[in-house]
């Protein structure tokens, strides 16, 4: 089955510094990664999520870029705020099956 | 998100007891899963059901059991629970396809 590797496990970065998570797969049928934040207490949430046609998306502060040959995908986190706190979950989805396969999360602490 | 709402939140149970968790939606989603997360190991898939009729085992489902009662219900059972059952356990429905995993907000269950 797929198997998702996620690093580092923890990250501290200065307030306005950027911050970059970094995933790596095994299959390579899959075609989805999403990313998701969950901040202390809270449940799961997508942030933001690419497809395999696709080599870099963005959405304000945040963009994930893909390499499939490589097979690995990155979370970009730029001008980052306290906010910005929390655990990121990165995920893939293998061709054909709606389920997921998280990595084991990073730990995005933001000092003021 | 209060489309998806699990009970009880939060458990304490004794080994060897048997124990149900409950997760409803009210999405509409066909699509629906129960996850455990431990720290360091992020989110493990126990169980997922893409319909009524249809169950199928995540990466670990020894120990487990699911029924789903209705498209909006999914229901997760140890049937004899141990302390390594102690976790945080999280439902979470899809609609069809690579879309948005939305997640309940969690049972917090700690097995003595």
């Known amino acids: 089955g797929e198997n998702v590797e996620q690093h580092p496990s923890t990250l501290s970065v200065q307030e306005g510094d950027s911050a970059v998570i970094k995933c790596t797969y095994s299959d390579s049928a899959s075609n989805y990664f999403p990313w998701y934040k969950q901040e202390l207490g809270k449940r799961p949430q997508l942030i933001i999520d690419i497809r395999s046609n696709v080599g870099e998306k963005k959405d304000q502060r945040i963009a994930v870029t893909l390499n499939k040959t490589a097979k690995h995908f990155s979370l970009h986190i730029t001008e980052t705020q306290p906010e910005d706190s929390a655990v990121y979950f990165c995920a893939a989805s293998v061709l054909g099956n709606e389920k997921l396969t998280f990595g084991t999360g990073t730990r995005l602490t933001i000092i003021p | 998100d209060a489309d998806v709402t699990q009970t009880p939140r939060n458990r304490i149970t004794k080994t060897g007891k048997r124990i149900m968790l409950e997760c409803s939606q009210t999405k509409g989603h066909d699509r629906m899963y129960w996850y455990r997360q431990d720290p360091g190991l992020g989110l493990r898939l126990i169980y997922y059901?893409?319909?009524?009729?249809?169950?199928n085992k995540g990466e670990i489902s020894d120990g487990y059991s699911v029924s789903r009662q209705a498209q909006a219900k999914f229901s997760l059972s140890l049937e004899s629970a141990i302390p390594n059952q102690t976790a945080l356990y999280f439902c979470?429905?899809?609609?069809?396809?690579?879309?948005?995993?939305?997640f309940g907000p969690g049972t917090r269950l700690t097995v003595t």
């Open positions: 059901s893409f319909d009524v009729k249809d169950i």
């Open positions: 979470a429905t899809s609609d069809r396809g690579w879309t948005e995993q939305y």
